[in-house]
Each structure stands twice: as C-alpha cells, then as structure tokens.
C-alpha cells in the first residue's frame, strides 16, 4: 500500500526567507503524480503544485518548486521568499491511475515578520 | 466566491440529531468527494461520486449517507453519531477522474458531536 510521510510536523520561517518541506512516500507504482496543497486558516485546500512521476524536471510554480527524487521517493516543497500570507498547514499527496488520493499529515508552516 | 460552497460552515449535534452537510461546485465539475479531516491524522476519503453514481464508499459506517442528486450538488446526511465523528468534512470536485484531474475543495463544515 502506498504512504505519504511527512516528517516535520512544525516550521517556522523568517518572512523574505527561504523553507524545504519534507516529503516521503512509499509505493511500487512507476505512474502517479504527487501533490503539495496548501490548507490556509480559511480552511480551503489550494493546490499549490503537481508533479507527474514521468517527468525528470521539477514542477515550478513562482515561488513554489519542488524536489522530485524518484528514487528516494523523496519530493520537498521549496518556498522562495516567504510572505506572511504563506502560512498554512502544507499536505503532500500522491495519487495514482486509479484515483486513490493519499494525504499526509501536514506540516504547519509559521511565517516570521 | 469560491467555486466549491459547503454550508454549514459549523455544525453542533447532539448524538440522536439527524442534520445535513450540504456542498455545491460551480466549476462545471463531473466529479464530487467527502473527505474526513481529523486533528492530527490525514485527510481520509469517504465517499466519491462520478457523474452522480457513487463509485467509491471507503468503509464509512452507514450513519452516513451521501447523496448526489445532480453534478453540482452533494449532501451528507448524519444520524447517531459518535463524538469520534467530530471533524472537519471537506467536499471537493474535480473534472473527470484521476490524478490529473486536481481537486477543488470547499472551506469545510466543523462538526462537532456532543
């Protein structure tokens, strides 16, 4: 069964500054994609960016860049130049060909001004 | 406005209460979830429905129903519930099926089971 490991539950981060979340996820598959969602106090989870395990090159969304090791099953959230706004709960996903969506934990990111 | 509305947004019953999560999309969406989100455990899935037929049910105890009279509309309805059940419930849509396919959430009802 496929696992989604996120290992830090707690992070704090100079705003201007730059944070790595950890992600780890176990699965047998070669085809799936992974996810970052961003759940703000609003409660609504954004997408913030996808990965599809296919592709060598990591996903970028402006400020927001993955970390995509394949073979360590390994896929961090870099965000450049925090901004308060930032602050959320972070959920890595990984979803395969039959639908199966699985979340992880969460980290809590804080933002300091 | 969000493209995914749930009302209510908080919800307080009683364990003999019979009440109602109700979640509209606006996105033209074909696909519709409830998601369960509990303090400290990842989002679990519980039910999803595909152009109106359920397609999955993840093992969810029969004190919820779902129901998902059109493509823009699902409801959960709650009866007997325990206080394990209280929790954040996400709806989310998406078009089509499969990871490709992103997820579109609402803001959440907060229930909590007295």
């Known amino acids: 069964a496929q696992t989604v490991t996120q290992s830090q539950p707690e992070m704090s981060v100079q705003e201007a500054e730059t944070v790595t979340l950890s992600c780890t996820y176990d699965?047998?598959?070669?085809?799936?994609?992974l996810f970052w969602y961003k759940q703000p106090p609003s409660r609504q989870m954004i997408l913030v960016i996808r990965?599809?395990?296919?592709?060598?090159q990591n996903a970028t969304e402006n400020r927001f860049s993955v970390n995509f090791q394949k073979a360590a099953k390994s896929f961090s959230l870099k965000i450049s130049d925090s901004q308060l706004g930032d602050a959320a709960m972070y959920f890595c996903?990984?979803?395969?060909?039959?639908?199966?969506?699985?979340f992880g934990k969460g980290t809590r990111l804080h933002i300091l001004p | 406005e969000t493209g995914v509305t749930q009302t209510p947004r908080h919800l307080v019953m009683g364990m003999t209460n019979k009440k109602s999560l109700k979640c509209e999309q606006h996105?033209?969406?074909?696909?519709m979830y409830w998601y369960k989100q509990s303090a400290k455990k990842p989002l679990e899935l519980m039910f999803v429905?595909?152009?109106?037929?359920?397609?999955e049910n993840n093992s969810v105890p029969s004190r919820f129903s779902p129901e998902c009279p059109n493509s823009s509309h699902l409801f959960l309805h709650l009866h007997t519930l325990q206080p394990e059940d209280s929790a954040l419930y996400l709806c989310?849509?998406?078009?089509?099926?499969?990871?490709?396919?992103?997820?579109?959430f609402g803001n959440g009802t907060r229930l909590t089971v007295t």
């Open positions: 989310a849509s998406s078009q089509g099926r499969g990871p490709s396919s992103p997820l579109h």
């Open positions: 699965t047998s598959e070669s085809d799936y994609y």
């Open positions: 990965q599809e395990a296919y592709k060598q």
């Open positions: 996903a990984y979803g395969n060909r039959d639908d199966k969506i699985i």
């Open positions: 996105l033209g969406h074909n696909a």
């Open positions: 429905y595909s152009l109106e037929e359920r397609v």
